[in-house]
């Protein structure tokens, strides 16, 4: 899939304009599997210079269509999934 990832999944949000994955393959953020590194880095390694990286993630993780898919902020399903422990943990102590 090739496009921009802010026609599907950041529209309507103002921020999205500034990303740095506009332009660039969606499929790069929604690899076929995350444990092809290589790809899964490419995709973080953008989202490591983008001004709206903080954004970026409080929307995924806000949004259960979003946190369960895709490279969001510079971070995979699996590493949100452990955020959210983390937090959970965090409000139980
Ligand atoms: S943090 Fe990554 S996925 Fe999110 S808007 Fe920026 S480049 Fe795109």
């Known amino acids: 899939m090739t ?6 999944d950041l529209l309507g949000r103002g921020w999205a304009s500034r ?9 790069w953020w ?3 599997s995350y444990s092809d590194v290589a790809k899964v880095h490419r995709a ?3 989202c490591g210079d983008c001004v709206v990286r903080a954004q970026c993630l409080a929307y995924a993780m806000s949004d259960l269509s979003a946190r369960d898919y895709g490279i969001w902020g ?3 399903p699996s590493q949100r999934e452990h955020l959210v422990h983390l937090i959970c943990r965090g409000y139980r102590s």
Do not use: Y
């Not at 496009?3 to 599907?8: A, D, L, W």
């Not at 990303?19 to 499929?27: D, L, M, T, W």
């Open 3 to 8: 496009g921009r990832k802010s026609e599907n």
């Open 19 to 27: 990303a740095a994955c506009v332009g660039k393959p969606a499929g």
């Open 30 to 32: 929604f690899p076929d």
């Open 44 to 46: 973080v390694a953008i």
């Open 74 to 76: 510079g971070t995979t």
